[in-house]
Nanobody, 115 residues
Framework: QVQLVESGGGLVQAGGSLRLSCAAS????????MGWYRQAPGKQREMVAR???????NYTDSVKGRFTISRDNAKNTVYLQMNSLKPEDTAVYYC?????????WGQGTQVTVSS
């Protein structure tokens, strides 16, 4: 059993910043990939940022230069620092963890950016 607990969402004005955290616990062995996805109302869930155990990152184009993903392997925690937030970043953000080919999801945290 794997549990993912997210925190850090909220309401912020455009141009502001938020930092999301996701802590993994339970039967965690050989985590290969951790990442953040988001889903806005009426839209499909999309990948925002991912990071491998070795620290290789990739981002969706719309957040490059504004968001930074990082991870603390000792704490099994992944972070998403979000700067220069825009109203179009408004969505529910989900933490994702891959152990081998099996994916696990957090419960989601709401991020709302007001104009």
């Amino acid at each position: 059993q794997v549990q993912l607990v997210e925190s850090g969402g909220g309401l912020v004005q455009a141009g502001g910043s938020l930092r999301l955290s996701c802590a993994a616990s339970g039967s965690i062995f050989m985590i290969s990939l951790m990442g953040w996805y988001r889903q806005a109302p009426g839209k499909q869930r999309e990948m925002v940022a991912r990071i491998t155990i070795g620290g290789t990152t990739n981002y969706t184009d719309s957040v490059k230069g504004r968001f930074t993903i990082s991870r603390d392997n000792a704490k099994n925690t992944v972070y998403l620092q979000m700067n220069s937030l825009k109203p179009e970043d408004t969505a529910v953000y989900y933490c994702n963890l891959m152990i081998g080919s099996i994916g696990y999801w957090g419960q989601g945290t709401q991020v709302t950016v007001s104009s």
